[in-house]
């Protein structure tokens, strides 16, 4: 009973789609967008959509119900809720509450990146500034209009500012009156565009081939060590890919309607990911191909794709301006739902830790974010010549936060709930108001053995691979 009335009180969200389509909008980020596509074309092709398909629906989809169902049975922020499942294990609750307060400011700043770009491409100067070049005093190097802009300061802080405003908006009205509102209007128009922008990219001449590398298995250069490395990548993907140990997942179960099914509610999210990652990858390979006449290397890692590359190829295309438009309208959307998840989960702790409203926890959360977001910003101005570690200050945040916190969280998430509490307890959860959990058995063996393990390679690999 107590339960139900916290629920309550604390608002939530007013319908079971209200609900997948707000997951969804977190799940679906720059990860799908820009490093699923890249990653498929480097290991692989077909080989790695195979493999992730299989992670998806077995460890992406163990993982995930986990959270939503603890935060839906505590009925808590992520602090509250982790000491109510087991109080020895109440650490992990300061841990997903620190892991979003230390992304949320670099992801605006990415954020504000892109805002810059959609900006740049409504006002009709895409093809300009994807071959502008910029000197540098005293050397004969040129920089790249992204290089060039990340390097001032006031824009991107400008940029940057406006992303977070953006994004407290919806934080600001509530789950029910603003990220539900929010969501149920932003995932179906960000479908509509990508499903638009694959099927015109697909259309151009010499799309064939890359469509090709991108779907069909290649087994070039195959080997044991690189299978191993293409599971990894998947897993460490999907992983990010769905906003697990991030702490978002518990807080958006928290407001989850205990009369709706977590276990379809949790496939519903996991088919929006997927496909909107698979569609992404339609653009991105087969344009980047023709574009580079066939080069698989210029689908390269870093943000050089997004930012440097495929302006180029949107120049390069017919109706490129519009396309380059309604790209960068796409990623803004994608990475907006995904900031509004990072900020309410930030939110929703200050509101509960020192009982404040969600108005002024709101306000706290923004002067954080952007005294922390400066850091990242003047990594790449100001203080660009400092380093820790080899990385940028934005760079260390993140590997910090992916490639550290985030697997040890879920490793303990899996621990608590395999060994500590036992699986009866997200069980309970999934079997209320329904007559079965049909995934159970599946359940059982991934969150014991196999996910502890993947999280375990997915801790190791970047270190191992670096030596
Ligand atoms: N799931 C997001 C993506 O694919 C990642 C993310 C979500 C990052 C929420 C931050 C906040 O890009």
Same mark, same amino acid.
């Given at each position: 009973?107590?339960?139900?009335?916290?629920?309550?009180?604390?608002?939530?969200?007013?319908?079971?789609?209200?609900?997948? #389509? *707000? =997951?969804?909008?977190? !799940?679906?980020? %720059?990860?799908?967008?820009?490093?699923?596509?890249?990653?498929?074309? /480097? $290991?692989?092709?077909?080989?790695?959509?195979?493999?992730?398909?299989?992670?998806?629906?077995?460890?992406?989809?163990?993982?995930?119900?986990?959270?939503?169902?603890?935060?839906?049975?505590?009925?808590?922020?992520?602090?509250?809720?982790?000491?109510?499942?087991?109080?020895?294990?109440?650490?992990?609750?300061? #841990? *997903? =509450?620190?892991?979003? !307060?230390?992304? %949320?400011?670099?992801?605006?700043?990415?954020?504000?990146?892109?805002? /810059? $770009?959609?900006?740049?491409?409504?006002?009709?100067?895409?093809?300009?500034?994807?071959?502008?070049?910029?000197?540098?005093?005293?050397?004969?190097?040129?920089?790249?209009?992204?290089?060039?802009?990340?390097?001032?300061?006031?824009?991107?802080?400008?940029?940057?500012?406006?992303?977070?405003?953006?994004t407290s908006v919806a934080v600001f009205f509530g789950v029910e009156k603003g990220i539900e509102k929010v969501s149920k209007f932003l995932m179906p128009v960000l479908l509509i565009l990508i499903i638009g922008i694959s099927v015109y990219t697909l259309t151009l001449k010499g799309a064939g081939n890359g469509l090709k590398y991108y779907l069909l298995p290649n087994f070039d250069g195959f080997t044991f060590s690189k299978l191993l490395r293409t599971i990894s990548a998947a897993c460490g993907q999907l992983f990010y890919s769905m906003s697990i140990a991030m702490g978002i997942m518990v807080t958006y179960g928290s407001y989850m309607r205990k009369e709706d099914s977590l276990e379809s509610s949790v496939r519903q999210i996991e088919i929006f990911d997927t496909l909107v990652a698979f569609l992404a990858g339609l653009i991105i390979v087969p344009a980047v191909f023709i574009f580079s006449g066939g080069d698989s290397s210029a689908l390269n890692a870093g943000p050089g794709l997004m930012f440097i590359t495929l302006p180029k190829v949107f120049a390069a295309m017919p109706a490129g301006q519009i396309i380059g438009t309604a790209f960068f309208v796409l990623v803004t959307l994608a990475a907006l739902t995904s900031s509004i998840s990072l900020m309410e989960t930030v939110v929703a702790v200050v509101m509960e830790k020192f009982r404040l409203s969600r108005s002024v926890s709101c306000c706290i959360v923004i002067i954080l974010t952007l005294a922390i977001g400066m850091l990242s910003v003047l990594g790449y101005s100001s203080w660009a010549g400092f380093k820790l570690f080899g990385m940028q200050i934005l760079d260390l945040f993140d590997f910090s936060t992916n490639n550290i916190m985030m697997p040890v969280l879920a490793f303990l998430t899996c621990i608590l709930i395999g060994y500590a509490v036992k699986t009866k307890y997200v069980e309970e959860e999934v079997m209320f108001g329904e007559k079965q959990f049909r995934s159970r058995l599946l359940y059982n063996i991934m969150i014991k053995v196999i996910c502890p393990v993947c999280m375990i390679m997915i801790l190791i690999t970047p270190f191992v691979t670096k030596l």
């Open positions: 009973m107590e339960q139900t009335k916290n629920a309550t009180s604390r608002g939530g969200f007013g319908s079971k789609i209200g609900f997948v #389509l *707000a =997951a969804a909008g977190s !799940a679906v980020g %720059l990860g799908n967008i820009w490093r699923f596509p890249y990653l498929a074309a /480097k $290991y692989g092709g077909g080989i790695f959509l195979m493999i992730y398909l299989i992670f998806a629906v077995t460890f992406g989809f163990t993982l995930m119900l986990t959270e939503i169902a603890i935060g839906r049975r505590t009925g808590k922020s992520v602090i509250g809720a982790y000491r109510d499942v087991d109080k020895r294990f109440s650490f992990l609750g300061i #841990l *997903a =509450a620190v892991i979003p !307060a230390l992304i %949320l400011p670099y992801y605006c700043v990415i954020g504000g990146w892109v805002l /810059k $770009y959609m900006t740049v491409f409504t006002k009709g100067g895409g093809e300009a500034a994807s071959v502008a070049e910029y000197a540098i005093q005293g050397s004969d190097k040129k920089l790249s209009f992204f290089e060039h802009f990340i390097g001032m300061l006031k824009e991107p802080s400008f940029f940057f500012l406006i992303f977070v405003l953006l």
